[in-house]
């Protein structure tokens, strides 16, 4: 399980530690830098599939996502001012756990001579990568260590390999050095890192995927998109945990049953049988509202547990009566996996944290606030922060 998330210089969050538990609920009013802490998060995840140059490049590239204010912030009632660095440029981003620790930093790189290679100069080339026993990165605790375009390894005996390992300054050590047998411990954090979930902005739109028939296979997992909802639901019933999603959706709309219709040609349809009605309600004929919170529900009750869920503003176009049964399926959800909610809706916080009262759960609010274009955690100062350590360059 994480414990501790650690950004810096990426948008607003110029230097940010947040203590992350089971159940962490991230608020704070628009433009508090939520939608980045969310992106800094997936950005970490795209790491491990060696997709954070691209992931980048969709936002501008690394100059453009960027801290873009004084070094060290600028204090109340200051103006902005200074433009010479101490330290290099660099984004980071990383987070401690209960067994192992990984932090990247991504930087500038160095102009290339060779006029082919020097059209790649907008990628960013990574700096430093470590891995680490616990939560905090120390030279004691340390396994795994990138600088550049090397990577050494401590084996069992607690020595560092003599002979370090070459890598290219554009690829993560994630993705290009996880090895079972010669990195046991980078190729275990690497898949538990593939595992985590994130779900933003579910279409729900007239045309959207989730609307339409879909070849039915088993599903384990929802797609990102929720275009294979029928059949995710379908994988859910059919591998045990029926009772749970009929329970969650009996608490959304009570009387309701879902049913999957299959087709001759295998497509699976999604129908909603309601109370007072002579037929069932096909996905084309749901309102909004009611198919994210299908979605959500498919998202939440996967017979695959991720090791980490995370939802983007999942309170969007939902009625205010269905955040309750969200709240506590979320609540329900979280003793089997990591949760991260990222919400403005005061109605989906407080139904949360009364579900996880009754589940006798701890929930971590944590409420973002913006200053001087900065995002900070009000009331966090040098001791309230967990303890963290960058890899050094």
Avoid at 74 to 85: E, L, M, N
Avoid at 204 to 230: E, F, M, N, S, Y
Avoid at 240 to 262: K, M
Avoid at 372 to 377: A, Y
């Amino acid at each position: 399980m994480i414990t501790t998330l650690a950004v810096e210089n990426y948008r607003s969050l110029r230097d940010l530690c947040l203590p992350i538990g089971p159940l962490t609920v991230v608020t704070g009013a628009n433009g508090s830098g939520k939608s980045s802490l969310y992106r800094a998060v997936r950005l970490l995840a795209d790491v491990s599939r060696n997709g954070a140059v691209a992931a980048l490049a969709r936002e501008g590239g690394l100059r453009s996502t960027l801290w873009a204010g004084p070094e060290r912030g600028t204090k109340p009632g200051q103006r902005a001012q200074g433009t010479v660095r101490s330290v290099p440029v660099g984004l980071r981003l990383g987070f401690g756990g209960d067994e192992f620790g990984y932090a990247i930093d991504l930087g500038l790189p160095v102009p290339s001579g060779d006029p082919e290679a020097a059209k790649f100069n907008l990628d960013p080339a990574i700096k430093t990568e470590a891995v680490w026993n616990g939560p905090v990165l120390r030279s004691a605790t340390s396994l795994i260590e990138r600088h550049n375009d090397s990577i050494r390894v401590r084996g069992a005996d607690g020595k560092w390999a003599a002979k370090p390992y070459p890598i290219q300054q554009f690829d993560s050590m994630l993705s290009e050095f996880a090895d079972p047998e010669a990195a046991p411990e980078l190729f275990r954090i690497r898949e538990r890192i593939r595992s985590w979930r994130f779900y933003d902005h579910f279409r729900t739109d007239a045309d959207a995927p989730a609307r339409a028939p879909q070849i039915g296979t088993r599903t384990p997992v929802l797609a990102h998109d929720g275009a294979d909802l029928a059949a995710a639901l379908q994988t859910i019933i059919a591998t045990g945990r029926g009772p749970a999603l009929d329970e969650a959706v009996d608490a959304a709309f009570p009387g309701s049953r879902l049913h999957i219709q299959v087709g001759d040609d295998g497509r699976f349809t999604l129908q909603l049988r309601q109370p007072g009605l002579l037929r069932p309600l096909g996905a084309p004929e749901l309102s909004d509202g009611t198919l994210r919170y299908l979605l959500l529900a498919a998202a939440l009750l996967s017979p695959r547990p991720a090791d980490l869920l995370v939802f983007n503003e999942p309170e969007t176009s939902l009625h205010p009566e269905l955040l309750p049964p969200l709240g506590a399926l979320i609540a329900a959800v979280s003793e089997r996996s990591q949760i991260i909610v990222v919400s403005h809706a005061g109605g989906l916080i407080e139904a949360i944290g009364r579900a996880a009262a009754k589940l006798h759960r701890d929930v971590g609010m944590i409420g973002l606030e913006k200053v001087n274009g900065e995002t900070v955690l009000p009331g966090q100062g040098l001791l309230d922060s967990p303890l963290w350590f960058w890899p050094k360059r």
